[in-house]
């Protein structure tokens, strides 16, 4: 992976994204019941496969870590991502 932009987080329209080369990437979620639910990770093909999905997707999990929140990987790049990160396997809810 190459160095990555800093993830901004954005609560007040609850999303994280990053800007890569004039591109946008983010992670949509909602907080339901003291559980962040990652509804959306989207990364623009122009700059694909450079980890910044999963780049985005654990500050989403560190960010509930620091709430106390529990996860709810939602959407399928978020549940993929936690099949290959084991060790965020007990943040997920339920």
Do not use: K, N
């Not at 999963?54 to 099949?83: D, I, S």
């Amino acid at each position: 992976m190459t160095d990555l932009p800093s993830v901004e987080h954005d609560p007040g329209r609850q999303r994280f994204h990053v800007e890569v080369e004039g591109h946008q990437a983010e992670l949509v979620y909602r907080v339901q019941d003291g559980r962040l639910v990652i509804d959306h990770t989207g990364v623009p093909a122009a700059i694909g496969g450079r980890g910044i999905a999963g780049h985005l997707v654990r500050a989403a999990f560190e960010h509930a870590r620091e709430q106390g929140w529990r996860v709810v990987p939602a959407c399928a790049y978020a549940r993929a991502w936690v099949a290959r990160h084991p060790a965020y396997a007990g943040m997920v809810a339920g």
